[in-house]
T-cell receptor, first 109, second 115 residues
Framework: AQRVTQPEKLLSVFKGAPVELKCNYS??????LFWYVQYSRQRLQLLLR??SRESIKGFTADLNKGETSFHLKKPFAQEEDSAMYYC???????????FGAGTRLTVKP | EPEVTQTPSHQVTQMGQEVILRCVPI?????FYWYRQILGQKVEFLVS????????KSEIFDDQFSVERPDGSNFTLKIRSTKLEDSAMYFC?????????????FGPGTRLTVT
């Protein structure tokens, strides 16, 4: 069964501080991992995916298969990063995407 | 930039009534999805749809739910006899392809309130 765990419902940091949003998963096959973000009053949108190994808005995430984790990191948080962040998982060629419960990030000035 | 649209933005219905939630996916996309999010809970996958057929569905998607692509543009979710626990935000999404290479684009959601 696919399962995504985001242990922190709320995370608050000061502007300029590093931020790490945790995500752990369980999946028996080969996972595809994503981070989605939802800014206030906006729709859910893809932030990044492990397959592309890119940095978006300063965020990176590395898939660690040994620890079954896909933590989202940013070295210097900005106020505009305040949003709800969801980690999500699907299998290869699998449309059944499972979301974590989400972490609300607040970046204080 | 093309976007997924959903109507209505808010639907209020009485328990036992049928509702149809509508979505217009991005025009060149081939895969369509419905998700729901009960207030305070996680986003949950309901169903995916490709080539006029359900390709996958979750345990939530029982016989009271159905999906349809009645014409070339709309993608609908029907709930036959609504229950109080169906109250949630329903999101439609679409993608060009399947798997991790393809981004799912989400609509703004329809808030369904069952009274």
């Amino acid at each position: 069964a696919q399962r995504v765990t985001q242990p922190e419902k709320l995370l608050s940091v000061f502007k300029g501080a590093p931020v790490e949003l945790k995500c752990n998963y369980s999946y028996s096959g080969s996972p595809e991992l994503f981070w989605y973000v939802q800014y206030s009053r906006q729709r859910l949108q893809l932030l990044l995916r492990h397959i592309s190994r890119e940095s978006i808005k300063g965020f990176t995430a590395d898939l660690n298969k040994g620890e079954t984790s896909f933590h989202l990191k940013k070295p210097f948080a900005q106020e505009e990063d305040s949003a709800m962040y969801y980690c999500a998982l699907s299998g290869y060629n699998n449309n059944d995407m499972r979301f974590g419960a989400g972490t609300r990030l607040t970046v204080k000035p | 930039e093309p976007e997924v649209t959903q109507t209505p933005s808010h639907q209020v219905t009485q328990m036992g009534q049928e509702v149809i939630l509508r979505c217009v996916p991005i025009s060149n996309h081939l895969y369509f999805y419905w998700y729901r999010q009960i207030l305070g809970q996680k986003v949950e996958f309901l169903v995916s749809f490709y080539n006029n057929e359900i390709s996958e569905k979750s345990e939530i998607f029982d016989d009271q739910f159905s999906v349809e692509r009645p014409d070339g543009s709309n993608f609908t979710l029907k709930i036959r006899s609504t229950k109080l626990e169906d109250s949630a935000m329903y999101f439609c999404a679409s993608s060009e392809g399947t798997g991790g290479t393809y981004e799912q684009y989400f609509g703004p959601g329809t808030r369904l309130t069952v009274t």
